[in-house]
Nanobody
Framework: QVQLVESGGGLVQSGGSLRLSCAAS????????MGWYRQAPGKQRELVADITSGGTTNYADSVKGRFTISRDNTVTLQMNSLKPEDTAVYFC??????????WGQGTQVTVSS
C-alpha cells in the first residue's frame, strides 16, 4: 500500500552534516506520521524524529537542536553537527490513520571521529 525509499546516507566526519530523504509512494493520502528510527550495533531501535500530517514534530533528546525534520510527500531529516554516536542504520517509517505502519529498507550513516 505504501512504499518508502530512503536516500542520503553515507560517511561523514564528526561535526559534518548529512541530509536523509524518504520518498513515499502508493496510498500516501493515508499517512498520518512519517519519521526516522535508527539502530546502532548492540542497541535497541530508537525513534529519532517524526512529523505528523499537520506539521507537529517530535525529536529524541539526543538530537534536539542538531536535527530538523520536514515533510511533504518526502520526509527529510537534516542532520547537522554529527557525532560518532549518531552512527547507525536509519530507517524511515510511516504510520497510517488506520494504525498501519510501514518501513523503509534502511540507510547507513557513519560518522568518523
Amino acid at each position: 500500500q505504501v512504499q518508502l525509499v530512503e536516500s542520503g546516507g553515507g560517511l561523514v566526519q564528526s561535526g559534518g552534516s548529512l541530509r536523509l530523504s524518504c520518498a513515499a509512494s502508493g496510498r500516501i493520502f493515508s499517512i498520518y506520521v512519517m519519521g526516522w528510527y535508527r539502530q546502532a550495533p548492540g542497541k535497541q531501535r530508537e525513534l529519532v524524529a517524526d512529523i505528523t500530517s499537520g506539521g507537529t514534530t517530535n525529536y529524541a533528546d539526543s538530537v534536539k537542536g542538531r536535527f530538523t525534520i520536514s515533510r511533504d510527500n518526502t520526509v527529510t531529516l537534516q542532520m547537522n553537527s554529527l557525532k560518532p554516536e549518531d552512527t547507525a542504520v536509519y530507517f524511515c517509517y510511516a504510520e497510517g490513520y488506520d494504525d498501519r505502519i510501514y518501513w523503509g529498507q534502511g540507510t547507513q550513516v557513519t560518522v568518523s571521529s
